[in-house]
């Protein structure tokens, strides 16, 4: 779980978050769950394992302005040889304003496709949930 | 069609442009397009006409690196009352290496949908393509 | 004070954060510092008393890195009728890796210069620490 | 020079161009005047030449709102052994909004310092003016 403010940085002209920047939450969401799992990416990339991001969706149910306090929660599911999804979404008081799920694939250090190594694996499955999609 | 370098800005530590900057080249091609047939954002802000980002499909299909020329190009489909959608796709010597849509929603100043001025929406109608998603 | 990881969304090709991202680091830092003196910039804002930046200035000594645990620290000097120094300190393990200023004006809605408010300049004197720049 | 619209991403919910950005735009404007005197950044890095950002001064003297067709310029002061300075100013209409400077540092890939190769070198120093600050 992650937590933070709405600062300037975070909203465009219109008056609220602009829209690539919840993406930049769900980064946030996902390096901080997968911590608080036991996979640490930064000790994984000397390692030589990456995650790159293949697939994105997102749904913006709601707006985010300057100063609201947002909490952003990532979850599991799909987890495959060499892949998973993670389910993102961001709640202001409670309430469900932003989701979306990326599709990570793990590579090694040239950008190649490579298996999950098994400890990183364990414990994605250990926190797996039934697949579903945001929709 | 917007051309574009891949600057430091755009890129992160693995060396690659950042998932969510696509997002921001997508909106740079959306703004020129747009513009290239007659219809221009900032003067229909000034008529109270706004459009808002409600859902968003990202496809990376291969890396773009730092000082990478890349040429981004945007098309319309589904054009409702009130909605259009925007395929995005960008190119790096002639292959795409990244494709998405974003449903755009028309709002006026306080943020509430509504219909999209004829104008503005003829001119979406003589651009528009045969409908199809990035799959 | 505030504390954030370095992200992959802070760093760029070069494996370290950009530049730039360390003015992104200040607002959140003095957006914090402020709040915890009593002033809260949304607050403001509804009463018509908006921050701009005036000058930056931005001294980088060291780098950091994906993963990296920073602190911000923010102080205030000069404080003047319209305007106000912040004075930004970065540091990964106590030690100062980026070091900035940046002035402060105050503005209406209009983003016309005005005096600052009692209550609101009367915050910052009670921080006031003795004028000295970066260098 | 490097011309650009603003664009949504550019701005804040203050209706302006995000202060940070303006280094952004200072980077993308370094980088085509470097490539428009045969300084291509990209090329060098592939030799082991790399250039850091090491001190930044930006002034700000008017706002940039969505649409703005902005055009920045960068010019070259203070070539040394391992370092110059490039001064950068953004007009908007012919008129000057914001100004910088960034303080280069030529770096191995190790980040160490490390002489300006002769070529990179001889073609700053034909392009350098009388050193002056933005002040």
Same mark, same amino acid.
């Given at each position: ?8 940085? !975070?909203?465009? $002209? ?10 930049? &939450?769900? @980064? ?5 769950? /997968? ?6 990416? #930064? *000790?994984?990339?000397? @390692?030589?394992?990456? /995650?790159?991001?293949? %697939?994105? /969706?997102?749904?913006? &149910?709601?707006? $985010?302005?300057?100063? !609201? *306090?947002? *909490? +952003? =929660? ?5 987890? %495959?040889? $060499?892949?998973?999804? &993670? =389910? =993102?979404?961001? &709640?202001? !008081? ?6 979306? @799920? ?6 090694? $250090? +040239?950008? %190649? #496709?490579?298996?999950? #190594?098994?400890?990183? %694996?364990?414990?994605?499955? +250990? ?9």
């Amino acid at each position: 779980m992650f937590r933070t403010r709405v600062y300037y940085q !975070d909203t465009d $002209a219109g008056g609220v978050v602009y829209f690539a920047n919840y993406l930049k &939450l769900f @980064e946030k969401s996902w390096f901080e769950y /997968l911590s608080s799992i036991g996979i640490l990416l #930064p *000790e994984w990339e000397k @390692e030589g394992t990456f /995650l790159l991001v293949k %697939k994105v /969706l997102l749904d913006l &149910l709601d707006k $985010a302005r300057y100063g !609201d *306090e947002l *909490e +952003a =929660h990532t979850s599991i599911s799909d987890v %495959k040889n $060499a892949q998973f999804t &993670l =389910h =993102h979404t961001i &709640l202001r !008081d409670g309430q469900t304003i932003t989701r979306g @799920e990326t599709l990570m694939v793990c590579v090694d $250090a +040239a950008g %190649k #496709p490579k298996r999950i #190594p098994d400890d990183f %694996k364990k414990r994605l499955l +250990a926190c797996q949930r039934h697949s579903m999609t945001t929709k």
